[in-house]
């Protein structure tokens, strides 16, 4: 994408993404949705880059075609990150699997369940897990180790850890002989206020940005998803608290007061965006399905203008139809946001598969890494327990093989192999008492 666009920004811009997508940090991912934005709409019109030469240039000028009107762009992404700094539960869990195998509590022992509680702190949620720095010692703390030598001694028995954390109270549960973690807390990523700061701050940024640059035009601001809950979830909503449209149409247009005597019944809020005519949501979804096979991923955009100031372009059916051929252009991703920039021992479909009958699903460089021994089968068992208990089953039936089919993933480096049982097997060549 960035090869077909180049010829439309100056060779400073094109290097500076290049860099950007080769350093592998926090500036990766918007860098790509920089791209992306500026390759999709370059196919419905034509895209202009500022030029760098002064402060607040935006990202592209955009002139849709068989329009003279031309549109700013700026394009910008949205992250959980800090609110993932200040509520480190996944490094928690991730700690507490991890401290298990070193405790020597195996998976064919039992699992761990946890239950957080949280507290509020002006208007965040704090969830009841210890600081990032102070991980590392509860799990070494005497009263935690004592409850792993409690599990050690009594593994077939059910066992509590009580904890306190940053002022709310948590529980860790190890369940003998289940297969299946859960946990659960209130989630500390939905919007408690209608200013909410992920947001607001990222869009009065470019206010400010659009306000130096001076150029005469309307503005779209692309919010893009760089693993942000907000952007992406529109049932994260439960009374009192606010969606992504909400928080956007409010900077927007702003939001009246409304009073009856000395009851308010809403607070009012002046609008903040005058130079922003329009916002465009590009968020990745992954659709729910089994062990990975139907998880394509989806795009997915949403035009949201501001329906007091907007110009009249791009409050037109033109436009929405302009702006829907634009995102139609773009490939599925093929891995969301917070999964981009991890690096993972295994390739992507381990763990996947799928069985129906007496057909097994399974990713082919899986099998293949396992037949080279670069796998072992105990790996193989823990990652795809129930394809393996199936295997097993249909093995002590007698049937065998008879038929294998190979399915190429043309957007993956993996690919998934079927393989059908039929028939009884003529002769047990490997029972102990068949020699």
């Not at 090869?3 to 080769?22: G, Q």
């Not at 465009?280 to 100031?309: D, K, M, Q």
């Not at 396992?370 to 796998?375: D, K, Q, S, Y």
């Amino acid at each position: 994408m960035l090869d077909d666009i180049a010829p439309s920004l100056s060779h400073r811009r094109v290097n500076e993404l290049e860099v950007k997508l080769r350093s592998r940090d926090d500036q990766t991912v918007p860098a790509e949705w920089e791209i992306a934005v500026g390759f999709a709409l370059s196919k419905v019109g034509k895209i202009i880059d500022p030029g760098d030469q002064r402060s607040g240039n935006p990202d592209f000028i955009f002139l849709p075609r068989g329009s003279s009107d031309e549109i700013i762009i700026e394009v910008t992404s949205l992250s959980d990150r800090t609110a993932d700094v200040e509520n480190p539960v996944d490094d928690f869990i991730a700690r507490l699997s991890s401290v298990g195998g070193e405790e020597g509590i195996t998976p064919r022992l039992g699992t761990f369940n946890w239950r957080l509680e949280n507290v509020e702190v002006e208007g965040r949620i704090i969830i009841g897990v210890p600081a990032r720095r102070d991980i590392e010692a509860f799990f070494k703390s005497p009263a935690f180790r004592a409850f792993a030598s409690t599990i050690k001694a009594s593994p077939n028995e059910t066992h509590s850890y009580q904890f306190e954390a940053r002022g709310a109270a948590g529980v860790i549960t190890f369940a003998p002989g289940k297969q299946y973690t859960t946990g659960g807390h209130r989630s500390y990523k939905i919007a408690q206020r209608l200013d909410d700061s992920r947001v607001f701050n990222a869009l009065k940024k470019k206010e400010k940005q659009l306000s130096k640059a001076a150029l005469d035009l309307p503005a779209v601001v692309f919010l893009c998803d760089n693993d942000c809950d907000l952007l992406r979830y529109e049932q994260m909503y439960s009374p009192g608290t606010f969606r992504i449209d909400d928080i956007v149409t409010a900077f927007l247009n702003g939001r009246p007061h409304w009073q009856q005597g000395p009851l308010i019944f809403q607070e009012g809020m002046p609008k903040k965006g005058n130079r922003i005519h329009a916002i465009v949501t590009l968020t990745v979804h992954r659709p729910w399905g089994f062990g990975g096979l139907h998880n394509r991923l989806e795009l997915r955009g949403r035009l949201i203008p501001a329906s007091h100031c907007a110009d009249s372009s791009i409050r037109s059916e033109d436009f929405l139809r302009i702006m829907n051929a634009a995102v139609a252009q773009l490939p599925v991703p093929s891995s969301t946001p917070n999964n981009a920039l991890r690096k993972y021992r295994w390739p992507a479909s381990f763990g996947g598969g799928m069985m129906t009958g007496n057909e097994v699903k399974v990713s082919l460089l899986t099998l293949q890494k396992l037949l080279a021994g670069e796998i072992s089968y105990e790996e193989f068992s823990e990652s795809q327990d129930m394809l393996a208990v199936q295997l097993r089953n249909l093995d002590a039936k007698g049937l065998m093989i008879t038929s294998v089919e190979i399915v190429r993933q043309e957007d993956n480096d993996d690919d998934w192999i079927t393989l059908r049982f039929g028939g009884l097997q003529p002769d047990r060549l490997f029972d102990p008492n068949n020699r």
